[in-house]
């Protein structure tokens, strides 16, 4: 891809070896491009070549007249073809040129003022030209197909002066950033599947966590069990069904640590009864000391004793 640019901020004189005078005398006058002041229609080209048949060509009109003046890209070395986007005091108009003959093919019917920005483009049949960025002319033509030239051309005259000229090479589709069509398949998070970094089809299935199951890093399928806990049930780390029991105090049952059913009886005080800390039963009877037994004292000075039935029932002392 081929670009040319111009300021002109330079010494009054000859425009320099960026440019070639096809007809005429050019000059830089006061940092701007003059057509100069002898009369009749001159053209000057670019020096440097567009690298293919697609390009454009802009300019910024620093002073304007009601003579003709304009842009022109897609030409050949002579400028006897190509497209030619101009002002003539009264409005724009778009020619198609072919051995050396200008056929109007699209108009804007604005006068051009000191500022503006003129832009024409040639990229396949579809020729197009701008006022300050905006578009203003749209049109299908295959008169010119080849040329690589691009430039000005105006009447010579004091009161023009053009600065700012910029020229490139305009690709038909984009090129690199992986271009995709607007049905291009997208990877389950969305991303478009390009080549590389684990591209997946728009229906790749999700892990429980909705990330992508990728390889590798314990990929799941969507429907794969989570564990008690809410966390998916991978290897290690005592992995569980989502219908693993719980311990009575509301901990998963892993192996060890005196896991319990849920049904756990518990002691009185409410403690879990495990082994080695006395367990009783919720309904455990309670004695006035609130401590589990069969033994009761008296008044202050009383005695324990059994009746005569041994039944261990305690009289009230005579």
Same mark, same amino acid.
């Given at each position: 891809?081929?670009?040319?640019?111009?300021?002109?901020?330079?010494?009054?004189?000859?425009?320099?070896?960026?440019?070639?005078?096809?007809?005429?005398?050019?000059?830089?006058?006061?940092?701007?491009?003059? &057509?100069?002041?002898?009369?009749?229609?001159?053209?000057?080209?670019?020096?440097?070549?567009?690298?293919?048949?697609?390009?454009?060509? @802009?300019?910024?009109?620093?002073?304007?007249?009601?003579?003709? %003046?304009?842009?022109? /890209?897609?030409?050949?070395?002579?400028?006897?073809?190509?497209?030619?986007? +101009?002002?003539?005091?009264?409005?724009?108009?778009?020619?198609?040129?072919? *051995?050396?003959?200008?056929?109007?093919?699209?108009?804007?019917?604005?006068?051009?003022?000191?500022?503006?920005?003129?832009?024409? @483009?040639?990229?396949?049949?579809?020729?197009? /030209?701008?006022?300050?960025?905006?578009? +203003?002319?749209?049109?299908?033509?295959?008169?010119?197909?080849?040329? !690589?030239?691009?430039?000005?051309?105006?009447?010579?005259?004091?009161?023009?002066?053009?600065?700012?000229?910029?020229?490139?090479?305009?690709?038909?589709?984009?090129?690199?950033?992986?271009?995709?069509?607007?049905?291009?398949?997208?990877?389950?998070?969305?991303?478009?599947?390009?080549?590389?970094?684990?591209?997946?089809?728009?229906?790749?299935?999700?892990?429980?966590?909705? @990330?992508?199951?990728?390889?590798?890093?314990?990929?799941? !399928?969507?429907?794969?069990?989570?564990?008690?806990?809410? @966390?998916?049930?991978?290897?290690?780390?005592? *992995?569980?069904?989502?219908?693993?029991?719980?311990?009575?105090?509301?901990?998963?049952?892993?192996?060890?640590?005196?896991?319990?059913?849920?049904?756990?009886?518990?002691?009185?005080?409410?403690?879990?009864?495990?082994?080695?800390?006395?367990?009783?039963?919720?309904?455990?009877?309670? &004695?006035?000391? +609130?401590?589990?037994? %069969?033994?009761?004292? *008296?008044?202050?000075?009383? %005695?324990? %004793?059994?009746?005569? +039935?041994?039944?261990?029932?305690?009289?009230?002392?005579?």
């Amino acid at each position: 891809m081929t670009t040319f640019t111009d300021d002109f901020n330079r010494a009054n004189g000859a425009p320099g070896a960026n440019w070639v005078d096809a007809t005429g005398l050019w000059a830089i006058v006061s940092n701007q491009l003059s &057509s100069g002041t002898v009369g009749g229609t001159i053209v000057i080209r670019a020096a440097t070549a567009m690298a293919t048949n697609d390009n454009s060509a @802009q300019v910024t009109i620093a002073a304007t007249a009601a003579v003709s %003046h304009g842009v022109w /890209c897609r030409g050949n070395t002579g400028f006897t073809s190509g497209y030619l986007f +101009r002002n003539d005091g009264t409005g724009w108009s778009l020619f198609s040129v072919v *051995g050396g003959s200008f056929t109007s093919i699209g108009s804007y019917a604005v006068a051009a003022v000191a500022g503006d920005v003129a832009k024409v @483009q040639a990229v396949g049949s579809a020729i197009k /030209c701008y006022i300050n960025g905006t578009l +203003r002319i749209s049109v299908t033509d295959t008169a010119v197909t080849t040329g !690589a030239s691009v430039g000005l051309r105006a009447e010579s005259t004091s009161a023009l002066r053009f600065d700012d000229f910029t020229a490139a090479d305009v690709s038909s589709g984009t090129t690199g950033d992986a271009a995709l069509s607007a049905t291009a398949s997208l990877s389950a998070g969305g991303v478009r599947a390009t080549s590389g970094a684990s591209s997946l089809a728009a229906t790749a299935g999700l892990t429980a966590s909705g @990330q992508r199951a990728t390889t590798g890093d314990s990929a799941l !399928a969507a429907s794969v069990g989570l564990t008690a806990s809410g @966390q998916r049930a991978t290897t290690g780390n005592a *992995g569980l069904t989502a219908t693993a029991g719980l311990t009575a105090d509301g901990v998963r049952a892993a192996a060890g640590a005196a896991s319990l059913s849920v049904t756990a009886g518990l002691t009185a005080d409410g403690v879990r009864g495990t082994s080695g800390v006395a367990a009783l039963a919720v309904s455990a009877s309670l &004695s006035a000391s +609130r401590r589990g037994g %069969h033994q009761r004292y *008296g008044r202050r000075g009383a %005695h324990r %004793h059994r009746d005569s +039935r041994g039944s261990g029932r305690c009289r009230s002392p005579p």
